[in-house]
């Protein structure tokens, strides 16, 4: 006589397509609860000001971007870490007027983006606006059997704005300061 397997064997084979698909459940709404973490959650931008005559202002801005989501950009002003842009997020600094060496420099040994800089004489009594942002220009992935391994390039970029687009920019963001 063949053999023939029983009920119960076919249940467990489907339990065990559902467990998969369950636990690829629990890990998304893991990590989209873990990369929601990194944006910036302090109070959303409201207007551009300036704190004190004697001094310029400068807003750093980060748009909200999938890409390098999870890490906060440190910025650097005259080799001084001065604070970090998260995700959607902007920093407002004040800086005494004169010649500013900023830099951004890479997260990690491993971070896709390049180093970031740029010079900036500031005025007393002035705003500034500057974009931190980078796109992906290259990516692959490498299939090795159960393992899949990827890389790539992205172009970080500092863009200097007028307060006329930045303001739009601004509008979507939050405060990264603690």
Same mark, same amino acid.
């Given at each position: 006589?063949p053999y023939?397997p @029983?009920p119960?064997i076919?249940?467990?084979a489907?339990?065990?397509?559902?467990?998969?698909?369950?636990?690829?459940g !629990?890990l998304?709404?893991?990590?989209?609860?873990?990369?929601?973490g990194? =944006?910036?959650?302090?109070?959303?931008f409201t207007?551009?000001?300036l704190a004190?005559?004697e001094?310029a202002?400068?807003?750093?801005?980060?748009?909200?971007?999938f890409?390098?989501?999870a890490?906060? %950009? #440190?910025?650097l002003? #005259?080799?001084?870490?001065? &604070?970090? !842009?998260?995700?959607?997020? *902007?920093? %407002?600094v004040?800086?005494?007027a004169?010649? %500013?060496?900023i830099?951004?420099?890479?997260?990690? $040994?491993?971070d /896709?983006?390049? $180093?970031? =800089?740029? $010079?900036?004489?500031?005025k =007393? &009594?002035?705003?500034y *606006?500057l974009? /931190?942002?980078h796109?992906l220009? #290259? *990516?692959?992935?490498?299939?090795?059997?159960a393992?899949v !391994?990827t890389?790539?390039?992205?172009?970080? =970029?500092?863009?200097?704005?007028?307060? $006329?687009? @930045?303001?739009?920019i601004?509008?979507?963001?939050? #405060?990264?300061a603690?």
């Amino acid at each position: 006589m063949p053999y023939v397997p @029983a009920p119960v064997i076919e249940k467990l084979a489907i339990t065990g397509e559902r467990m998969k698909l369950h636990s690829l459940g !629990i890990l998304l709404f893991i990590t989209l609860n873990l990369l929601v973490g990194c =944006s910036a959650t302090g109070k959303k931008f409201t207007e551009a000001t300036l704190a004190n005559s004697e001094t310029a202002t400068i807003y750093f801005m980060r748009q909200d971007k999938f890409l390098g989501a999870a890490g906060c %950009r #440190d910025i650097l002003i #005259d080799s001084r870490k001065i &604070g970090c !842009i998260k995700n959607a997020g *902007f920093l %407002r600094v004040e800086v005494a007027a004169g010649d %500013r060496f900023i830099n951004l420099p890479k997260v990690t $040994e491993s971070d /896709w983006a390049n $180093e970031t =800089s740029v $010079e900036l004489e500031t005025k =007393s &009594g002035h705003l500034y *606006f500057l974009e /931190w942002t980078h796109e992906l220009e #290259d *990516f692959y992935v490498i299939p090795a059997g159960a393992v899949v !391994i990827t890389g790539g390039k992205t172009k970080a =970029s500092i863009i200097k704005h007028n307060k $006329e687009t @930045a303001l739009p920019i601004l509008k979507e963001l939050r #405060d990264s300061a603690p």
